[in-house]
């Protein structure tokens, strides 16, 4: 089934200066439009359409004949869930049970942020870092280009895009600069939070 660009949750100017409004529309209007149109193109008349997006992801994850479709559903719903990953005034720490299971699985809230950092900087060239669940237990994980967490059996809470058009318009080469202000500035606890308490529900 057709699926339908999100509106970004927060205005095009209220991530400045962290993301600006240039950032934004091109990466909204255009490169994540672009990938919900090439998938909706791609979907419309095959056996596939019948499905909701995360269903024909997982259905043809490692499909090598389908990989164009793959790439396009797994960037129009991996953008989808960065937006929400994100928010003005975010950043700091989670509370309540997902703070309570990031110090049990990572040993501290500071370990987990060196090694989230770690895995979004070292993602050689395009793609993801993300915070899942996997089989009860908290990990971190980066995914190259397209691939997403939702093809691997496993629940992401949160995750920042490392592709260079979500920063190079701000940060240039600075890939750790902005992966430094994700986490102080706009990490949207309460998103993961409450994708951490609906999975274990
Ligand atoms: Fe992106």
């Known amino acids: 089934m ?6 970004l949750p927060f205005d095009y100017t209220a991530l400045a200066p962290y993301i600006t409004k240039e950032t934004l529309e091109f990466h909204h209007d ?23 997006i ?38 700091g720490a989670p509370t309540g049970a997902l703070a309570d299971k990031i110090a049990a699985d990572f040993g501290s809230f500071e370990n987990f942020v060196a090694e989230f950092k770690q895995a979004a900087a070292t993602q050689f060239g395009s793609g993801w870092a993300w915070l899942v669940l996997d089989n009860g237990s908290l990990k971190i994980t980066k995914t190259g280009n397209a691939d997403t967490p939702i093809a691997h059996g496993q629940t992401p809470l949160l ?10 318009l701000d940060y240039q080469n600075r890939r750790p600069d902005y992966i430094s202000t994700f986490v ?3 990490a949207n606890w ?12």
């Open 54 to 91: 995360e269903a024909v992801i997982k259905a043809i994850a490692g499909d090598a004949s389908k990989a164009g479709l793959f790439n396009n559903a797994a960037q129009a719903w991996n953008h989808s869930f960065y937006w929400n990953s994100i928010k003005p005034n975010g950043g």
């Open 159 to 168: 995750t920042i895009d490392v592709w260079e058009h979500a920063y190079y």
């Open 190 to 201: 309460d998103f993961a939070s409450a994708n951490y308490e609906a999975a274990i529900a």
């Open 30 to 52: 255009k490169h994540h439009a672009a990938y919900v149109n090439n998938y909706n193109n791609a979907v419309k008349d095959t056996e596939l359409d019948s499905q909701p």
């Open 2 to 7: 057709s699926y339908e660009l999100p509106a």
């Open 184 to 186: 102080e500035k706009l």
